[in-house]
Nanobody
């Protein structure tokens, strides 16, 4: 069992930046890592994914503005999402998720955080 805790959300004006963190209770360097978001009344959408080889992929809506990365600390247990040039449409609850340790991104996400709210005003 891996526990995930997101932090770093908040309220910003359009054009601003935030960095979200997802702290895991275990080493998450050898699994698929994803960021999702869900706006009120909408379905949850994936935002960014880091596969086991470290390659990152982004949804078109955030490409060029968001960067996902795994902290290079000894514990290898912190996932970041750097968000720049934020837009009102980025307003959502943001979640991190991982597959089982050792699984890649073809597998389902099984561990989820509780979410952190991002609100962008125009």
């Amino acid at each position: 069992q891996v526990q995930l805790v997101e932090s770093g959300g908040g309220a910003v004006q359009a054009g601003g930046s935030l960095t979200l963190s997802c702290t895991a209770s275990a080493d998450i360097s050898n699994t698929c890592l994803r960021w999702y978001r869900q706006a009120p009344g909408k379905e949850r959408d994936w935002v960014a994914v880091i596969d086991r080889d470290g390659s990152a992929t982004y949804a078109d809506s955030v490409k060029g503005r968001f960067t996902a990365s795994l902290a290079n600390n000894i514990a290898k247990n912190i996932l970041y999402l750097q968000m720049t040039n934020l837009k009102p449409e980025d307003t959502a609850m943001y979640y991190c998720a991982t597959a089982y340790i050792g699984n890649g991104c073809l597998e389902r996400m099984v561990y989820w955080g509780q979410g952190t709210q991002v609100t962008v005003s125009s």
